[in-house]
């Protein structure tokens, strides 16, 4: 079994390759990418994400996998983690516990078969450091040895987090492994859009995961100190045998009673869809990442949401709204870096990216216009809690998208958020977002006729005598009210503005 089983790990055709793509779902990605001083940026290491998207006759399944130290573990759950859930084992009678007891048995059983594909690996790699000789003496024999123990880490080291939707009667489930994220974007009766994350990044932030890993004997307040186990911010992992076989060497996990760093997934759902319209977003850890460091960590939900709307409300297919919004956030991380701004220090560089778009009940444009290269104007209305208050507000980000432009946000509104206040680190469980999809006109108060923009005709403005179309932004109110507070000899010039 175990070679059979790391004979599938190193084929390039899998019995995956014969279940039908969903097609109400589309996926974009990118690659790590590390910038020079120049701007220019290569990438580290292959890519090491990881997807699939399938549908039967009784279920639809997504998942989203970020691999590290390799993309083997990806891959292996890629192709095992279907063998588990899709031949029968799921039917349209089974209940919400049944659906989730079925999720966990395949998480459990696609690690250790994972496992198994690497224990005569782990097995030749601890016999070889028992020969391995004491002191500072390097022989030929000696070198071989080494070469060889690190050939074989490089074949067992790495791992995975997952983030698995599964769609049964009708009901959504979500089951997490690690720091990838789920969000279900649904349209209410009265044409807002609610934006929920389902569940939570398995880190040291998150006061569950501390509480159980305080219950193995580990001491909490070390943990949120390291952050960092092993490499990585995640305590919920797949593979990773460092952590697995080897917490008794890592020393803020050293006193654990039991495995610390497990692959059991939380799960969530069943969630009805009777009647949803909207979509479900998947993401990895890498695009999250990416749009936190350009932008902080406060609204990345509502922006991926917001994208993804302006974006599907364009494009003419899902796997080109998918990928538009990873190469938006793409550009806006690089943006961030050259421009030497604060957050600039924090987009130095950024890991693979992927995300996946599932519809449900959605009408696609025609795609006769694309964001990135028209210049249409998206005001989205984004109801925002602040953690460090109890008072509801809201902010509106209005996705402007000129040619070659970027992601920018716009004035504050005033509204009420109905839902849970978010913590720190973490996206409010329950907002808000309204979008439109139709060309908008811009104002903004002030005194006199409180109009920014000059009125025009629906014609081209004509030049005058001098070459010069009359102006669209009218600024006389601005330099009326400059040159009262400036009260000088300028006054008569700067009511009448630039000449």
């Given at each position: 079994?175990?070679?059979?089983?790391?004979?599938?790990?190193?084929?390039?055709?899998s019995?995956?390759?014969?279940?039908?793509?969903?097609?109400?779902?589309?996926?974009?990605?990118?690659?790590?990418?590390?910038?020079?001083?120049?701007?220019?940026?290569?990438?580290?290491?292959?890519n090491e994400?990881?997807?699939?998207?399938?549908?039967?006759?009784?279920?639809?399944?997504?998942?989203?996998?970020?691999?590290?130290?390799?993309?083997?573990?990806?891959?292996?759950?890629?192709?095992?983690?279907?063998?588990?859930?899709?031949?029968g084992?799921?039917?349209?009678?089974?209940?919400?516990?049944?659906?989730?007891?079925?999720?966990?048995?395949?998480?459990?059983?696609?690690?250790?078969?994972?496992?198994?594909?690497?224990?005569?690996?782990l097995?030749?790699?601890?016999?070889?450091?028992?020969?391995?000789?004491?002191?500072?003496?390097?022989?030929?024999?000696?070198?071989?040895?080494?070469?060889?123990?690190?050939?074989?880490?490089?074949?067992?080291?790495?791992?995975?987090?997952?983030?698995?939707?599964?769609?049964?009667?009708?009901?959504?489930?979500?089951?997490?492994?690690?720091?990838?994220?789920a969000?279900?974007c649904?349209?209410?009766?009265?044409?807002?859009?609610?934006?929920?994350?389902?569940?939570?990044?398995h880190?040291?932030?998150?006061?569950?995961?501390?509480?159980?890993?305080?219950?193995?004997?580990?001491?909490?307040?070390?943990l949120?100190?390291t952050?960092?186990?092993?490499?990585?911010?995640?305590?919920?992992?797949?593979?990773?045998?460092?952590?697995k076989?080897?917490?008794?060497?890592?020393?803020?996990l050293?006193?654990?009673?039991?495995?610390?760093?497990?692959a059991?997934?939380?799960?969530?759902?069943?969630?009805?869809?009777?009647?949803?319209?909207?979509?479900?977003l998947?993401?990895?850890?890498g695009?999250i990442?990416?749009?936190?460091?350009?932008?902080?960590?406060?609204?990345?939900?509502?922006?991926?949401?917001?994208?993804?709307?302006?974006?599907l409300?364009?494009?003419g297919?899902?796997?080109?709204?998918?990928?538009?919004?990873?190469?938006?956030?793409?550009?806006?991380?690089?943006?961030?870096?050259?421009?030497?701004?604060?957050?600039?220090?924090?987009c130095?560089?950024?890991?693979?990216?992927?995300?996946?778009?599932?519809?449900?009940?959605?009408?696609?444009?025609?795609?006769?216009?694309?964001?990135?290269?028209?210049?249409?104007?998206?005001?989205?209305?984004?109801?925002?809690?602040?953690?460090?208050?109890?008072?509801?507000?809201?902010?509106?980000l209005?996705l402007?998208?000129?040619?070659?432009?970027?992601?920018?946000?716009?004035?504050?509104?005033?509204?009420?958020?109905?839902?849970?206040?978010?913590?720190?680190?973490?996206?409010?469980?329950?907002?808000?977002?309204?979008?439109?999809?139709?060309?908008?006109?811009?104002?903004?108060?002030?005194?006199?006729?409180?109009?920014?923009?000059?009125?025009r005709?629906?014609?081209?403005?004509?030049?005058?005598?001098?070459?010069?179309?009359?102006?669209?932004?009218?600024?006389?109110?601005?330099?009326?009210?400059?040159?009262?507070?400036h009260?000088?000899?300028?006054?008569?010039?700067?009511e009448?503005?630039?000449?």
């Amino acid at each position: 079994m175990a070679a059979q089983r790391r004979s599938l790990m190193q084929s390039n055709q899998s019995w995956t390759d014969d279940l039908p793509l969903c097609q109400l779902c589309g996926v974009g990605s990118s690659p790590n990418c590390v910038y020079g001083p120049d701007g220019k940026g290569t990438q580290s290491h292959p890519n090491e994400d990881g997807h699939f998207r399938f549908s039967t006759e009784s279920c639809f399944l997504y998942g989203v996998f970020n691999g590290f130290e390799g993309s083997r573990v990806a891959s292996f759950v890629c192709q095992c983690l279907t063998a588990e859930l899709l031949l029968g084992q799921l039917s349209s009678g089974d209940t919400d516990a049944d659906v989730r007891r079925i999720l966990t048995q395949a998480f459990d059983v696609v690690e250790k078969s994972y496992f198994e594909t690497i224990d005569d690996a782990l097995a030749e790699k601890a016999n070889l450091q028992t020969q391995l000789p004491e002191g500072a003496y390097v022989s030929a024999q000696t070198q071989k040895i080494a070469d060889r123990l690190k050939t074989l880490e490089q074949e067992v080291s790495g791992g995975a987090t997952a983030i698995v939707a599964l769609i049964l009667n009708n009901k959504l489930y979500i089951a997490n492994v690690g720091t990838n994220r789920a969000l279900l974007c649904k349209t209410t009766s009265d044409g807002q859009n609610q934006v929920i994350q389902i569940g939570r990044a398995h880190t040291t932030d998150n006061e569950d995961e501390l509480t159980r890993l305080a219950q193995l004997g580990l001491d909490p307040v070390r943990l949120r100190q390291t952050a960092v186990i092993s490499g990585q911010s995640s305590t919920r992992r797949i593979g990773d045998y460092k952590v697995k076989f080897n917490y008794t060497d890592i020393d803020v996990l050293s006193a654990a009673k039991h495995k610390p760093i497990i692959a059991e997934p939380e799960i969530h759902g069943g969630q009805s869809l009777a009647g949803v319209t909207g979509f479900l977003l998947l993401m990895s850890e890498g695009l999250i990442k990416a749009l936190e460091a350009a932008h902080g960590p406060e609204q990345v939900n509502q922006e991926v949401v917001a994208m993804v709307a302006a974006e599907l409300a364009q494009q003419g297919s899902l796997e080109a709204a998918a990928q538009a919004v990873v190469e938006r956030v793409k550009r806006l991380h690089h943006d961030v870096f050259v421009s030497g701004r604060q957050r600039a220090q924090h987009c130095a560089h950024h890991e693979d990216m992927t995300l996946l778009i599932r519809v449900i009940n959605y009408t696609l444009a025609d795609g006769s216009l694309t964001p990135t290269q028209g210049g249409r104007i998206y005001p989205v209305s984004v109801p925002y809690s602040n953690h460090q208050s109890t008072s509801k507000t809201s902010v509106t980000l209005s996705l402007v998208m000129p040619a070659q432009g970027t992601l920018t946000n716009g004035s504050s509104t005033s509204s009420t958020l109905e839902g849970d206040t978010p913590t720190a680190g973490n996206q409010s469980p329950s907002t808000t977002l309204q979008s439109t999809n139709t060309h908008t006109q811009s104002s903004s108060s002030s005194s006199g006729d409180g109009s920014l923009f000059r009125q025009r005709s629906n014609q081209a403005a004509q030049p005058d005598e001098t070459g010069r179309v009359p102006p669209y932004v009218d600024f006389t109110q601005f330099f009326r009210l400059w040159g009262k507070d400036h009260n000088d000899s300028q006054t008569v010039s700067a009511e009448l503005g630039p000449q």
